[in-house]
């Protein structure tokens, strides 16, 4: 099976990370691993990317309960950057919250692919695999 070029991590969580990115090991799903703590790190990694015209990661694994930048605050940021350029840039919600009002929420940025609970499976990473490599 092939693997994607880079995803990146955007949780708080340690366990969570190191399990995740574990797993993607496991499953050899992406050549390239950015991790972040905060959405604030993460955006203004991919707007030092994207200045450097370098490739956004394929994957975004994002959190929404974060500190100093959160999930939503990140989405609301990420969504300024030109279309041209975060096109192909698939985000998916990795959450242990399962409120309703969560999931709704999510439904209303046209960017964000899915939701998924956590933990993440390595089943979970084969299926993103096999829909994300042709």
């Known amino acids: 099976m092939k693997k994607i070029h880079s995803a990146c991590i955007i949780d708080d969580d340690p366990i969570f990370v190191y399990g995740t990115k574990r797993i993607m090991k496991d499953v050899d799903f992406c050549e390239e691993i950015h991790v972040f703590e905060n959405g604030l790190d993460a955006i203004e990694e991919l707007n030092r990317l994207r200045v450097a015209k370098k490739k956004l990661p394929k994957l975004i694994f994002l959190d929404?309960?974060?500190p100093i930048m959160n999930g939503?605050?990140?989405l609301d940021d990420f969504q300024k950057i030109p279309e041209h350029i975060r096109e192909g840039v698939i985000i998916y919600i990795i959450s242990s919250s399962i409120d309703p009002r969560d999931i709704e929420r999510v439904k209303t940025y046209n960017i964000v692919s899915d939701y998924i609970l956590k933990p993440?499976?390595?089943?979970?990473?084969e299926n993103l695999l096999e829909e994300l490599v042709e």
């Open 64 to 66: 929404l309960n974060m």
């Open 72 to 74: 939503w605050e990140f």
């Open 120 to 125: 993440v499976t390595p089943k979970d990473l």
